[in-house]
């Protein structure tokens, strides 16, 4: 099976989804001519012309607004925000227009549009340029929210993302860009709302999403040399959340660490808790540990910054703590 | 390219049109007046915002429009909706909160939607739909469609950044939408003056290169006109126009703001009473000799009946089901995104 890059991939969904529906269309700032920001659009302005691939000046809330009135009267749009960073300029547009117009109007609007972009941390881009915002997002009722962390999953995701009748945030990476992996050639969707067993053990889960699924494959990997078998449930979707997945997992390990890569207070974890504690109440042995982002706005320096981020070693030591190890 | 106030000499008058026109702009009015009394009585609730003394700017460009134009607009939307034709009956059920409104009772007051009439609804955030209007806009020219959009907006809307990029990009892409500001000189509470730098607003069309113009909105002819020329720019040239209507809300901002007091005072609104657009339709009529007295009196009998039947009919809708809650927060994919994964191996 070939092995292309996250970036290719969603290139290639890009591309396949808009041969297959004249209808969807690419929209945000440098896709066109630049060829992206980070290269996601190579080449589509070349197949697919500059009315659908449409570079547009600095205006986040004003593009995903477009995008929003497009979707109303039948287009698919494709909205690329640079980063999310950006994106919370246009959060009205998500928040109020998109992810409301279906319920306002009785049934009457749903909106068919995919905003996509990095989401979360890259390296030293610090505070403003740094930010999580699945949990901000998971928390509207009408929205979809995906965070793909394999280049698999990312293609399959977004085409499911641009097939559906309803708003997705699709949250990317600027380090997964270019990470690798095996991606079939041709056709195939992967649903949302369903979570992947990206390693299968059974002492301890760790349930993740997004680039974080990355970091907990490698705690698996590394732990399994001392013979320590962690379940890696990668949730893929966050809302909606496959809580069948969560409960499946942790009732067959009975300790549980919940990873992401974003802030503690009310984030994705405080919810994974909240359905752990609901449903699985009986089958813990130990409490839920969760790992985060520390508890500040992202700091420049190398060492600060790596002191803020989650990572292995902080997701090792958390495993080690519900299983008593230490 | 800007244009002087419009007081080019009236064509012809049309009696049939004429006529058309009042019975859309008291249908207007005699509905609001109805709302104000269902709201005092605790039949409507929440935030409740009149259209009253701005019908000329709903009827005079909407009777301008094709069945497939667009429109959207802001949260005082009941004239709009009215004017488009969308039954009272619907209206008023939604302002009840009943399971027959336009929204099934979801929206209320603030967000009327009729999809059949391409009514894209009222929005309740101010500026937010400006976009909105320059997606629908980009959609049409997308399609090589020929249709328009229509953009109502308040003219405290300008100062949004909203606003600025919306228009920005629709002059930019060349899009057929028709920005119509109905500067009713008063956002909320705050006089025009108070909150522009530029107090002659279509002037704001200068910094996208946009064609703009101004008229009066109290003379339903005057709004015609600039409309005219502004939607066959959209439809015949693919140029957005800004075009600034001159009107005035003869009732509070919203059913919780007194008519006159804090920010206006009672003279004031009595001057612009003196320019009731109704009223100096009805006097045209007269002058020409197209409407008798009773004439307009059969035609306002007429119009309360349509208004009670409206209020009647959404007395004895049902309140939503409780299971409507749950409804309408997504629609179920059943596109092909559902299909059956291909085995990644």
């Given at each position: 099976m070939p092995v292309i890059t996250y970036r290719d991939a969603l290139n290639q969904a890009l591309r396949e989804e808009m041969q297959r529906d004249d209808r969807v269309f690419l929209m945000g700032e440098e896709v066109a001519v630049y060829q992206g920001a980070y290269k996601v659009s190579k080449g589509l302005l070349q197949e697919f012309g500059e009315m659908r691939v449409v570079d547009t000046p600095i205006t986040e809330l004003g593009f995903a607004g477009v995008g929003v009135g497009a979707a109303m009267v039948g287009l698919r749009p494709v909205i690329e925000f640079m980063t999310w960073n950006f994106a919370v300029l246009a959060l009205d547009q998500v928040l109020n227009s998109a992810a409301k117009l279906l319920y306002m109007s009785g049934g009457q609007y749903n909106i068919p549009i995919v905003f996509r972009g990095p989401n979360g941390a890259a390296l030293q881009l610090s505070a403003q340029h740094s930010q999580s915002f699945e949990s901000w997002l998971a928390h509207i009722p009408g929205l979809k929210v995906v965070t793909p962390g394999t280049p698999y999953d990312a293609k399959g995701l977004l085409k499911s993302a641009i097939r559906d009748d309803n708003p997705v945030c699709f949250l990317e990476g600027e380090m997964l860009y270019n990470t690798k992996g095996e991606v079939p050639e041709g056709e195939y969707v992967i649903p949302i709302g369903k979570a992947d067993l990206k390693r299968e053990g059974d002492h301890c889960s760790i349930i993740t999403c997004g680039k974080m699924a990355l970091v907990a494959v490698q705690v698996a990997d590394q732990m399994a040399k001392d013979g320590i078998r962690v379940d890696v449930v990668d949730l893929r979707t966050v809302r909606p959340m496959d809580v069948e997945a969560i409960r499946t997992s942790v009732e067959k390990t009975n300790r549980a660490v919940v990873l992401e890569e974003g802030w503690e207070l009310c984030g994705i974890g405080s919810q994974i808790v909240d359905y752990i504690q609901r449903d699985c109440f009986d089958s813990l042995d130990s409490p839920v540990v969760r790992v985060h982002q520390a508890d500040v706005p992202m700091p420049y320096a190398k060492n600060l910054e790596r002191a803020a981020k989650p990572d292995v070693a902080k997701t090792i030591a958390a495993v080690r703590k519900v299983m008593y190890l230490d | 390219m800007a244009k002087k106030k419009n007081d080019a000499p009236k064509t012809a008058s049309d009696p049939a049109l004429n006529r058309d026109l009042l019975r859309s702009m008291l249908l207007q009015r005699r509905f609001e007046e109805r709302c104000a009394e269902a709201y005092a009585l605790g039949k409507i609730g929440g935030f409740c915002h009149l259209y009253i003394g701005q019908e000329a700017v709903s009827t005079g460009t909407i009777s301008l429009l094709r069945p497939d134009d667009y429109i959207i607009t802001t949260y005082r939307d009941h004239g709009q909706a009215l004017a488009r034709g969308m039954h009272p009956r619907a209206v008023m059920a939604e302002l009840f909160g009943?399971?027959?409104?336009?929204a099934r009772g979801k929206g209320g007051s603030m967000h009327m939607f009729d999809k059949s009439l391409n009514f894209l609804g009222g929005h309740g955030i101010v500026g937010a739909h400006v976009p909105l209007g320059t997606g629908v806009g980009f959609a049409i020219k997308y399609r090589g469609g020929d249709q328009v959009c229509i953009c109502f907006m308040g003219?405290?809307?300008?100062?949004?950044g909203a606003f600025h990029e919306a228009l920005n990009m629709a002059a930019l892409w060349k899009l057929p939408v028709v920005y119509i500001i109905?500067?009713?000189?008063?956002?909320m509470g705050t006089a025009l003056e108070r909150a522009s730098a530029i107090h002659d607003i279509y002037e704001r069309g200068a910094s996208y290169n946009m064609p703009r113009a101004v008229c009066d909105g109290q003379d339903v002819f005057a709004v015609r006109t600039s409309m005219q020329e502004a939607i066959e720019r959209a439809r015949i040239e693919q140029t957005p126009t800004l075009v600034e209507v001159r009107t005035y809300r003869f009732m509070g901002h919203s059913m919780s703001d007194a008519v006159s007091g804090t920010y206006r005072t009672k003279d004031e609104l009595e001057e612009y009473l003196k320019r009731d657009p109704i009223m100096l339709l009805r006097m045209h009529m007269q002058e020409e000799g197209e409407l008798t007295e009773e004439d307009l009196h059969t035609l306002d009998e007429e119009t309360k009946v349509v208004v009670q039947d409206a209020w009647d009919f959404a007395e004895q809708s049902p309140e939503p089901p409780v299971e409507a809650l749950f409804e309408d927060v997504v629609v179920d994919t059943t596109s092909e995104a559902l299909a059956e994964p291909v085995a990644a191996d």
């Amino acid at each position: 099976m070939p092995v292309i890059t996250y970036r290719d991939a969603l290139n290639q969904a890009l591309r396949e989804e808009m041969q297959r529906d004249d209808r969807v269309f690419l929209m945000g700032e440098e896709v066109a001519v630049y060829q992206g920001a980070y290269k996601v659009s190579k080449g589509l302005l070349q197949e697919f012309g500059e009315m659908r691939v449409v570079d547009t000046p600095i205006t986040e809330l004003g593009f995903a607004g477009v995008g929003v009135g497009a979707a109303m009267v039948g287009l698919r749009p494709v909205i690329e925000f640079m980063t999310w960073n950006f994106a919370v300029l246009a959060l009205d547009q998500v928040l109020n227009s998109a992810a409301k117009l279906l319920y306002m109007s009785g049934g009457q609007y749903n909106i068919p549009i995919v905003f996509r972009g990095p989401n979360g941390a890259a390296l030293q881009l610090s505070a403003q340029h740094s930010q999580s915002f699945e949990s901000w997002l998971a928390h509207i009722p009408g929205l979809k929210v995906v965070t793909p962390g394999t280049p698999y999953d990312a293609k399959g995701l977004l085409k499911s993302a641009i097939r559906d009748d309803n708003p997705v945030c699709f949250l990317e990476g600027e380090m997964l860009y270019n990470t690798k992996g095996e991606v079939p050639e041709g056709e195939y969707v992967i649903p949302i709302g369903k979570a992947d067993l990206k390693r299968e053990g059974d002492h301890c889960s760790i349930i993740t999403c997004g680039k974080m699924a990355l970091v907990a494959v490698q705690v698996a990997d590394q732990m399994a040399k001392d013979g320590i078998r962690v379940d890696v449930v990668d949730l893929r979707t966050v809302r909606p959340m496959d809580v069948e997945a969560i409960r499946t997992s942790v009732e067959k390990t009975n300790r549980a660490v919940v990873l992401e890569e974003g802030w503690e207070l009310c984030g994705i974890g405080s919810q994974i808790v909240d359905y752990i504690q609901r449903d699985c109440f009986d089958s813990l042995d130990s409490p839920v540990v969760r790992v985060h982002q520390a508890d500040v706005p992202m700091p420049y320096a190398k060492n600060l910054e790596r002191a803020a981020k989650p990572d292995v070693a902080k997701t090792i030591a958390a495993v080690r703590k519900v299983m008593y190890l230490d | 390219m800007a244009k002087k106030k419009n007081d080019a000499p009236k064509t012809a008058s049309d009696p049939a049109l004429n006529r058309d026109l009042l019975r859309s702009m008291l249908l207007q009015r005699r509905f609001e007046e109805r709302c104000a009394e269902a709201y005092a009585l605790g039949k409507i609730g929440g935030f409740c915002h009149l259209y009253i003394g701005q019908e000329a700017v709903s009827t005079g460009t909407i009777s301008l429009l094709r069945p497939d134009d667009y429109i959207i607009t802001t949260y005082r939307d009941h004239g709009q909706a009215l004017a488009r034709g969308m039954h009272p009956r619907a209206v008023m059920a939604e302002l009840f909160g009943r399971s027959d409104g336009c929204a099934r009772g979801k929206g209320g007051s603030m967000h009327m939607f009729d999809k059949s009439l391409n009514f894209l609804g009222g929005h309740g955030i101010v500026g937010a739909h400006v976009p909105l209007g320059t997606g629908v806009g980009f959609a049409i020219k997308y399609r090589g469609g020929d249709q328009v959009c229509i953009c109502f907006m308040g003219e405290s809307v300008v100062n949004t950044g909203a606003f600025h990029e919306a228009l920005n990009m629709a002059a930019l892409w060349k899009l057929p939408v028709v920005y119509i500001i109905e500067n009713n000189r008063y956002g909320m509470g705050t006089a025009l003056e108070r909150a522009s730098a530029i107090h002659d607003i279509y002037e704001r069309g200068a910094s996208y290169n946009m064609p703009r113009a101004v008229c009066d909105g109290q003379d339903v002819f005057a709004v015609r006109t600039s409309m005219q020329e502004a939607i066959e720019r959209a439809r015949i040239e693919q140029t957005p126009t800004l075009v600034e209507v001159r009107t005035y809300r003869f009732m509070g901002h919203s059913m919780s703001d007194a008519v006159s007091g804090t920010y206006r005072t009672k003279d004031e609104l009595e001057e612009y009473l003196k320019r009731d657009p109704i009223m100096l339709l009805r006097m045209h009529m007269q002058e020409e000799g197209e409407l008798t007295e009773e004439d307009l009196h059969t035609l306002d009998e007429e119009t309360k009946v349509v208004v009670q039947d409206a209020w009647d009919f959404a007395e004895q809708s049902p309140e939503p089901p409780v299971e409507a809650l749950f409804e309408d927060v997504v629609v179920d994919t059943t596109s092909e995104a559902l299909a059956e994964p291909v085995a990644a191996d």
